[in-house]
């Protein structure tokens, strides 16, 4: 019983989710009011009559009393989460008891998220926001909300299933000689013939950065020098839609013994791998449907060849510019295996310049609203002449003949003759104005990067995709196999098990570089470990699942430390930080967040990159790292026992010889 529902204040549906059970019910309790020989009503209808009253009070709360509701339960134990962004209303519903509040805000951040990464600064204007979400084609609607609700599926199930969605951080493939050799070769030779190709050069693209997933997990990633750093958030958004255009299939990447076999029998003769026998294999039925679900939707099989429009975080020397334009090209190299291409285009500085001006309008906007009656606000003035000449620039520079240009300049000419030539100044009476610049301004944006004519041929040709799979193809033909293995097992305990007696499961973060590192919790029938298989390893997974939820409202209170017994098991959460030569620094006072904040982690709102920022003020002139570490022992251990391995793991996970591409 779940429904995910993104509304207008008029109350119309922009976007909606249900799964079946959810879907079933409203047929049911809407086919029941009906009279007898009318049909069902369409089902976006019945959304919208169910969502219609707590949107339209939402709303009224809102506009009178300043103040809404931000979640509530009915009386059948159903759970509404409402969070406003801007102009629209997000709703997460759940009514089976799988979801807690926190999950659900969650699930709105990231379907925020998602579309940002879709429709960049398109998504700064609300009424050309409207127009994307809920085209007047209901084909085009149809498709795009089909799409919409993929990737929605996709990240639920990871967040379900894989541990670094869990968490929130990147996780990568721990073999150091092929990740180096997998590295090299992405610098060497794959790059360099992609970008000095005379095709390439007609394109107008650059890759900038290049990456191979195994499944979500990195086998290695690199980034050309002219390349601003990916995100951690963008990157988990990025393997989101890879994993949605080419969803793991546990029946095609389990291989069978035999292959296992001869796998490790491969992997032992370029390298030995350590702890290579699994000692968890969790068996849940629950998973299986969950993944093979994705199979079942509905979607055209995606055209590898056109690249996907995505909108990215860039840091510049002279400022940090969100939602940039790339393209992403996803090549799957065999199934669970994929290449990613991510390239910058050619007219990307208009978009750059999008920004600078949409900044300077929002900060005057801003400081309109904040003077009194009929004053000036002077330092809004200093504001946008820093920008006249160059949006004057800006527009002269844009094709005259685009209707969207034409309305730009238009707005532009009012506002001046309002702002500076006799006209009232820059008063209250300039907000409406401020408003249609920035509007004018996000549909120059669109015009340029989400029209169907923006950059049609200007991509890399299928050839030269094709040539960069091919490439890679030789490369790992003889590690194919491992690989989907590997990925299963990255880690086990059996390599912790003689240190660390009665350690039963950990998983540690590197918030910094937003990559973690924990034991693998891959499930299959075939394989038993001294925990058992099924019911009981599952158990012990669900506890892993529910510490994580636990340590981040412990977090969000202002706590760096938790211990709890629960049961046979002992949990414990720390969270420290470390200068660059990894000297621990004094814990400080964790800023307390009230209970309707954005959610803790680096998908949707990466609070670990506020927080470092807030803790480096008082380390001026240091590189600040944030760790954190979780662990599960058995409860018979001592205390003292299980705080001196914490220390110890802490230490020996960070080691070089261990670890040295984490």
Known sequence: MKCLVIASESAEVLFQWTDLEFQQNIQEQYGASQEEGQGLPAFEDCISTLFAPIIISSTTMLDRQSDSYTSFTTENNHIYVLHQFEEFLYIAVNGDGEEKEDDLRRKLYVMKKMIEVMFGMVTLSSALLKRELRPQDTEQRARLWKHLQSLLETYSCLRENDQSFLVEAVERLIHPTLCEQCIEFLERRLVPQLNGSPEKVRAGEEVLHAFILVHTKLLAFYSSRNASTLSTSDLLALIIMAQNMYPSSVDLDEPSPEVQSNSNSTATKHQPVRGSTPVFEFVDPDVQMAEDSLHTLDISPPDTSTPRRVFLEVLQKDGLFPMMPHSMY?????????????????????????????????????????IQGTSTAARGQLTINDIRSKLDKFIKGLEPSEIQSAHLLNVWTEFKKRAFRGGPGFNKDLIPWCKSMKTQLCSIYRQCFLTDSAD?????????????????QEKLMDWKDFLLVKSKRNITMVSYLEDFPGLIHFICVDRSSGQMIAPSLSITERTTSELGKGPVAQYIKSKVWSLVRTTRRYLQKGYSTVTLRDGDFYFCYFLWFENETGFKLEAGDIPILPEDSAPIGMLACDYY??????????????AVKCYELLTVHLGVIPTEIILQHCRQLASKLWEPSRNPLL
């Open 330 to 370: 996803c090549m799957p190299l065999w199934p669970g295996i994929t290449l990613v291409l991510v390239t910058k285009i050619s007219n990307n500085q208009v978009a750059m310049w999008v920004y600078r001006f949409l900044e300077a309008f929002a900060k005057l906007e801003k400081r309109l609203n904040e």
């Open 456 to 472: 049609v041929p200007r991509h890399l040709s299928p050839g030269l995709q094709e040539r960069a799979q091919i490439m890679l």
């Open 609 to 622: 990159r506020k927080l470092l920022r807030y803790y480096s003020k008082n380390h001026q002139g240091e």
